[in-house]
């Protein structure tokens, strides 16, 4: 249904392919004009744990489902999901502020992610292992069980399909939990659309709760015995307080969690392609993503020039509503994150940061904005700020620009742009991070690569083969091993 038809949607939980009364709700907000785009259910534990008992019961039968009619359903999705564009980028707007340009990468990425995810259907094949003592010794790869997801709001398509694609098309079953800020393109939006691609009931169950309330939902997640793994995107903060949590409870986890992204421009870099790349990794939705470039490392002959290029670039980026397909720049999430923004800026500015472009807004929007000499013991140097905020940093030589690269607790993302390819692998080797692209900047995914991060940016890979290993259990079978003690 259109969100043009229903302005103002009331939206219950969906458990056990059924959706539920409404009851209690919450108000789901545009960020951009403060309206009420949706009321959204309000579930509790009691919720949640209803949502684990039909996966659980389902299970059974969907980890024996053939792989062909796993991946038919998946095919189907992308179908429907891709004739239903218009109104989820329309969502993704209203409910996330989400540009036109990021609402149809989004839209474009998830088809590709469930066309993806229709392959891993016949991905676990396992293995046939020598044996010493005579027998046939095999390791099969098997669904877990339940899987526990965690998806936030800034990519919140992208994030949110990429939580439950690879569990459920490996066999298992799903909890999702969106972010109370995308309780509906984050999270709800799948129920309708893989009812409508042939998912059995149970298979996948979303609750959504009020701000607040998130810690209810994730605690039976992990303390439910029946869920078996989770996945979680979103900041470090509350990853190291998930990690924790799981490990008392013995359950692994895939955390992909926050990032100080680097950017490395080399002196032989071509400057058009290095300052258009730069604007991109910085500003693309507000800079609210995970992999965003955060500091931007020049060599020294070339920063004055590029500096100046790039922020003359950064004021030329077109601020306001999202809804305009030529705005590069929508509002932030919410009046927290703006306050967030602020501070971190101004911070840095009274202890010695430049403003080279921006700095500046309005209402619940925030310019995209360069900053350089940024202080080391400044917010911003030290803590992921979410915002279209970056830092320009000048160094020497390129051994240099390595070490700043890597003087960070995380480790997402990374790029560097250089005319010398191998140059640059030589150095990607040399960073500390998850993700390292050479001549790109550091927001870049495929459905198929194994994504994730080191240090204090998380652990576990989403993507591909990766995923595999992540959502599937080794069971070591074996035929014909004789008895080891003669009784």
Same mark, same amino acid.
């Given at each position: 249904?259109?969100?043009?038809?229903?302005?103002?949607?009331?939206?219950g939980?969906?458990?056990?392919?059924q959706?539920t009364?409404?009851? &209690?709700?919450?108000?789901?907000l545009?960020?951009?004009?403060?309206e009420?785009v949706?009321?959204?259910?309000?579930?509790?534990?009691?919720?949640?744990k209803?949502?684990?008992? @039909?996966?659980?019961?389902?299970?059974?039968?969907?980890?024996?489902? /053939?792989?062909?009619?796993?991946?038919?359903?998946?095919?189907?999705?992308?179908?429907?999901?891709? @004739?239903?564009g218009?109104?989820?980028v329309?969502?993704?707007?209203?409910?996330?502020?989400?540009?036109?340009?990021f609402?149809?990468?989004?839209?474009?990425?998830?088809?590709?992610?469930?066309?993806?995810?229709?392959?891993?259907?016949?991905?676990?094949?396992?293995?046939?292992?020598?044996?010493d003592?005579?027998?046939?010794?095999?390791?099969?790869?098997?669904?877990v069980?339940?899987?526990?997801?965690i998806?936030?709001?800034n990519?919140?398509?992208?994030?949110?399909?990429?939580?439950? @694609?690879?569990?459920? @098309?490996l066999?298992n079953?799903?909890?999702?939990?969106?972010?109370?800020?995308?309780?509906?393109? $984050?999270?709800?939006?799948?129920? &309708?659309?893989?009812?409508?691609?042939?998912?059995?009931a149970?298979?996948?169950?979303i609750?959504?709760?009020?701000? $607040?309330s998130? $810690?209810?939902?994730?605690?039976?997640?992990?303390e =439910?015995?029946?869920?078996?793994?989770?996945n979680?995107?979103?900041?470090?903060?509350?990853?190291r307080?998930?990690?924790?949590?799981a490990?008392? =409870?013995?359950?692994?986890?895939?955390?992909?969690l926050?990032?100080?992204?680097?950017?490395?421009?080399?002196?032989?870099?071509?400057?058009?392609?290095?300052? =258009?790349?730069?604007?991109?990794g910085?500003? *693309?939705?507000?800079?609210?993503?995970?992999?965003s470039?955060?500091?931007?490392?020049?060599?020294?002959?070339?920063?004055?020039?590029?500096?100046?290029?790039?922020a003359?670039k950064t004021?030329g980026?077109?601020a306001?509503? /999202?809804?305009?397909h030529d705005?590069?720049?929508? /509002?932030?999430?919410?009046?927290?994150?703006?306050?967030?923004?602020?501070?971190?800026?101004d911070?840095?500015?009274?202890?010695?940061?430049?403003?080279?472009?921006?700095?500046?807004?309005?209402?619940?929007?925030?310019n995209?904005t360069?900053?350089?000499?940024?202080? &080391?013991?400044?917010?911003?140097?030290?803590?992921?700020?979410?915002?279209p905020?970056a830092?320009?940093?000048?160094?020497?030589?390129?051994n &240099?620009?390595?070490?700043?690269?890597?003087?960070?607790?995380?480790?997402l993302?990374s790029?560097?742009?250089?005319?010398?390819a191998?140059?640059?692998?030589? *150095?990607?080797?040399?960073?500390?991070?998850?993700?390292?692209?050479?001549?790109?900047?550091?927001?870049?995914?495929e /459905?198929q690569?194994?994504?994730?991060?080191?240090?204090?940016?998380?652990?576990g890979?989403f993507?591909?083969?990766a995923?595999?290993e992540?959502?599937?259990?080794?069971?070591?079978?074996?035929?014909?091993?004789?008895?080891p003690?003669?009784?």
């Amino acid at each position: 249904m259109s969100a043009t038809e229903t302005p103002v949607r009331e939206l219950g939980h969906w458990i056990g392919g059924q959706w539920t009364e409404v009851g &209690e709700t919450f108000d789901d907000l545009d960020p951009f004009t403060g309206e009420i785009v949706a009321r959204v259910a309000a579930a509790g534990r009691g919720e949640a744990k209803e949502a684990i008992d @039909a996966a659980a019961g389902a299970f059974a039968a969907w980890s024996q489902t /053939p792989p062909a009619e796993r991946q038919g359903v998946f095919l189907k999705a992308a179908d429907l999901l891709e @004739a239903r564009g218009d109104d989820v980028v329309s969502w993704l707007a209203r409910e996330t502020g989400s540009t036109f340009g990021f609402g149809m990468f989004q839209l474009h990425f998830v088809a590709g992610l469930f066309r993806q995810a229709a392959a891993l259907a016949y991905a676990p094949i396992g293995q046939i292992i020598p044996s010493d003592v005579g027998a046939f010794s095999m390791g099969l790869r098997r669904p877990v069980g339940v899987v526990g997801a965690i998806a936030p709001w800034n990519a919140a398509l992208i994030l949110s399909a990429r939580s439950i @694609a690879s569990p459920l @098309a490996l066999g298992n079953t799903v909890v999702l939990k969106p972010s109370e800020l995308s309780p509906y393109i $984050g999270g709800l939006v799948w129920g &309708e659309i893989f009812a409508e691609a042939g998912l059995p009931a149970g298979v996948l169950n979303i609750v959504t709760h009020a701000p $607040g309330s998130a $810690g209810e939902i994730g605690d039976e997640l992990v303390e =439910n015995p029946a869920v078996r793994r989770i996945n979680f995107t979103g900041s470090t903060a509350v990853g190291r307080k998930l990690a924790e949590a799981a490990g008392r =409870n013995l359950k692994r986890v895939v955390l992909e969690l926050g990032g100080y992204n680097p950017l490395i421009v080399l002196a032989d870099a071509d400057l058009e392609f290095a300052v =258009n790349a730069s604007a991109f990794g910085a500003y *693309l939705h507000q800079g609210q993503i995970c992999m965003s470039a955060r500091r931007i490392i020049v060599e020294r002959p070339i920063a004055e020039e590029f500096t100046q290029r790039l922020a003359e670039k950064t004021k030329g980026l077109k601020a306001g509503d /999202p809804k305009e397909h030529d705005t590069i720049i929508g /509002p932030l999430i919410n009046e927290s994150a703006l306050e967030m923004v602020k501070s971190r800026v101004d911070e840095a500015v009274s202890k010695g940061a430049k403003v080279l472009a921006g700095g500046d807004g309005s209402g619940s929007v925030y310019n995209a904005t360069l900053l350089t000499d940024v202080a &080391e013991d400044s917010d911003f140097a030290r803590n992921e700020t979410f915002g279209p905020v970056a830092a320009i940093e000048v160094v020497d030589n390129a051994n &240099e620009a390595v070490e700043r690269a890597n003087a960070t607790s995380y480790g997402l993302a990374s790029g560097i742009i250089t005319s010398d390819a191998d140059r640059g692998l030589e *150095l990607a080797q040399r960073i500390q991070a998850g993700i390292v692209h050479i001549n790109d900047q550091p927001v870049g995914d495929e /459905p198929q690569m194994p994504f994730g991060g080191v240090k204090d940016s998380g652990w576990g890979r989403f993507g591909g083969t990766a995923a595999v290993e992540e959502f599937t259990e080794l069971h070591w079978i074996t035929v014909g091993k004789p008895h080891p003690f003669p009784f």
